[in-house]
């Protein structure tokens, strides 16, 4: 099912080309990630990596009466894991950072209010863990707080019937479409010099638009934002994919990844490193035709297999680059183009 | 029409009273406010305030087909307006930082598809003003980036059709209610030392309900969340309300306000130069009950009157303390209370 569509005919509308850069923050005191959790939702727990995720949750209701309070036990439960694996309370953490894809970010909020602690609202679509991950680090690089918990959320159920139609209608998914990751993912950064694992910089994207209205083509809609970003990222820091182990990607799925890597080619840069969370949270059987998506798809691979493999030395240095689609229903009712935005956080194991 | 309704049995749920404060961070390098720029509609144009913002517009679509469009033409004037009144062009503005009431905040994603500068988006609801300044003096403060644009806005007719009713019933409003303001307001964050009106802290917020589940009555959800952040600022900061010349309130409104003050009060604190956006920005002849609310409330009222009084020297030192009301309509219809928070920045004229 996996194969190449819609590429041809993209219709430049707001690329943003002109003067790449200058969109890199270096955080000198790196911030570290002293402890990560992730939990996912039953689909996911039976994907090729299932075994790096903390928590596999059997009924995706996870004991909730709706899909969006489900959706909020997950991120709380994230929230509470990664906590807790830090050995730490509530009374260590400054703030907790998060945003997700439903109408004003009820998930990230509702959790919050369990919380008592500070809280900081973002929202960047897809891109939120990788957003969430460079405010935090600023928090803590520059002193202001000793430690944040950057966090994000997505389920499959309540983004379908707020962004498509309710399951019970049994709609037919389209060959370019993505399964929104029921999952979510959450980290806790530390001014603690002792953890290996830091973050060095963070690239922020601009907002590109190529044109593309495919609601059901999520992939063609970000690769151009993951391009302005990657771009503006290896021009501001003088490095090229290579200076990473892997230069990973949120949820551009098979297609979006494809444009992806044409787009960075057409630029002179080849990436021979890629990683995209989408193609890979999902085997081919599962017939998710274009791999994951949603904010909880990258959140949940950066907190299980890729910190691993970073804390088993197995990789040393990555690009994390999520992206987001910042449409909503109404702007596509309204017969709006679909922007997308990248932020991108160097991390890297020292020592 | 203006009296104080629903204020008794409120049910408390979470107040997070055990451990306010340590949620003051301090700009030692004092970004300062380069320039601002309000926009409003004409409703709010016909208001007591009406001669302090730089643009009222006649037509609240602005020229546009939808109001969601409008919304986004409103904030986008307001990012264009402060920047050239800072004598810059985008191409010095390192970041635009936004966020709104619209689903996926598509009115701040839309608009920052426009200019060619990173962006940042965020949602703390009503509460963005105070949200965007507080993370955008972050990354001047720190020296991470010299220029960036702090913004949000809100428009009367969407939010009504997205949270409410379509105006096209002519439902009635309740006596409680507030009015969503049409405007915008953004304004310059600069490491420019030469420019007297700097940010000095911030002090982010917990999320905090009190169990109140009426939609239309925003002020007395928002009013714990309120009381949290000042008592956290004035612990933190040591400081009493009188330190400063005004506390300003978002968009408590007439209600709100009273609870507000009288929460304060039961906590020892006396505030008696309390200054509510929602309150000033309407006549009561305007008919708007309890007053204005929505992001474009105190980021319309912040940009005008206020600063412009603090560049003339009548006003001095502020505390600037934004609240949002953090429920969607789905959260709503599935019986669950309003959460609110509050984001609080101290404004200070220096020489």
């Given at each position: 099912?996996?194969?190449?569509?819609?590429?041809?005919?993209?219709?430049?509308?707001?690329?943003?080309?002109?003067?790449?850069?200058?969109?890199?923050?270096?955080?000198?005191?790196?911030?570290?990630?002293?402890?990560?959790?992730?939990?996912?939702g039953p689909k996911e727990g039976k994907g090729p990596y299932k075994k790096y995720f903390d928590q596999i949750v059997k009924d995706d209701t996870f004991g909730e009466k709706t899909f969006?309070?489900?959706?909020?036990?997950?991120?709380?439960?994230?929230?509470?894991?990664?906590?807790?694996?830090?050995?730490?309370?509530?009374?260590?953490?400054?703030?907790?950072?998060?945003?997700?894809?439903?109408?004003?970010?009820?998930?990230?909020?509702?959790?919050?209010?369990?919380?008592?602690?500070?809280?900081?609202?973002?929202?960047?679509?897809?891109?939120?863990?990788?957003?969430?991950?460079?405010?935090?680090?600023?928090?803590?690089?520059?002193?202001?707080?000793?430690?944040?918990?950057?966090?994000?959320?997505?389920?499959?159920?309540?983004?379908?019937?707020?962004?498509?139609?309710?399951?019970?209608?049994?709609?037919?998914?389209?060959?370019?479409?993505?399964?929104?990751?029921?999952?979510?993912?959450?980290?806790?950064?530390?001014?603690?010099?002792?953890?290996?694992?830091?973050?060095?910089?963070?690239?922020?994207?601009?907002?590109?638009?190529?044109?593309?209205?495919?609601?059901?083509?999520?992939?063609?809609?970000?690769?151009?934002?993951?391009?302005?970003?990657?771009?503006?990222?290896?021009?501001?820091?003088?490095?090229?994919?290579?200076?990473?182990?892997?230069?990973?990607?949120?949820d551009l799925g098979v297609l979006g990844s494809e444009i992806f890597l044409e787009l960075m080619e057409q630029n002179g840069i080849k990436i021979n490193n890629h990683f995209d969370c989408?193609?890979?949270?999902?085997?081919?059987?599962?017939?998710?035709?274009?791999?994951?998506?949603?904010?909880?798809?990258?959140?949940?691979?950066?907190?299980?297999?890729?910190?691993?493999?970073?804390?088993?030395?197995?990789?040393?240095?990555?690009?994390?680059?999520?992206?987001?689609?910042?449409?909503?229903?109404?702007?596509?009712?309204?017969?709006?183009?679909?922007?997308?935005?990248?932020?991108?956080?160097?991390?890297?194991?020292?020592?």
């Open positions: 099912m996996k194969k190449k569509e819609q590429n041809d005919n993209i219709n430049i509308i707001i690329k943003h080309d002109k003067q790449y850069g200058n969109q890199t923050i270096y955080f000198k005191n790196s911030p570290s990630i002293k402890s990560f959790y992730s939990i996912v969006e309070m489900a959706e909020r036990k997950f991120v709380e439960t994230a929230i509470k894991g990664a906590i807790a694996k830090a050995n730490f309370s509530i009374n260590d953490i400054d703030m907790i950072l998060s945003g997700d894809l439903l109408n004003q970010i009820i998930s990230s909020s509702f959790a919050a209010r369990t919380f008592d602690t500070a809280y900081l609202g973002l929202f960047g679509a897809c891109s939120t863990m990788a957003e969430s991950l460079a405010v935090g680090a600023l928090l803590v690089d520059g002193g202001y707080f000793n430690n944040v918990v950057c966090s994000t959320v997505s389920h499959f159920s309540s983004a379908e019937r707020q962004f498509r139609y309710p399951l019970e209608l049994g709609n037919q998914r389209t060959p370019a479409s993505q399964w929104t990751v029921t999952g979510s993912g959450a980290c806790v950064l530390s001014a603690n010099k002792k953890t290996k694992i830091k973050v060095k910089c963070a690239t922020f994207g601009k907002v590109v638009d190529y044109g593309i209205t495919d609601v059901n083509n999520m992939g063609a809609a970000m690769a151009p934002a993951a391009m302005s970003t990657a771009l503006a990222h290896f021009k501001d820091t003088k490095r090229d994919p290579s200076y990473y182990d892997l230069v990973v990607t949120g989408g193609i890979e949270i999902f085997d081919e059987k599962q017939e998710t035709f274009m791999g994951g998506s949603g904010c909880g798809c990258s959140a949940s691979m950066l907190n299980s297999y890729i910190l691993q493999k970073m804390e088993e030395g197995e990789i040393n240095k990555i690009l994390f680059m999520a992206t987001g689609a910042l449409l909503s229903t109404t702007s596509s009712q309204q017969g709006e183009t679909i922007p997308g935005v990248a932020y991108a956080v160097a991390i890297e194991r020292e020592g």
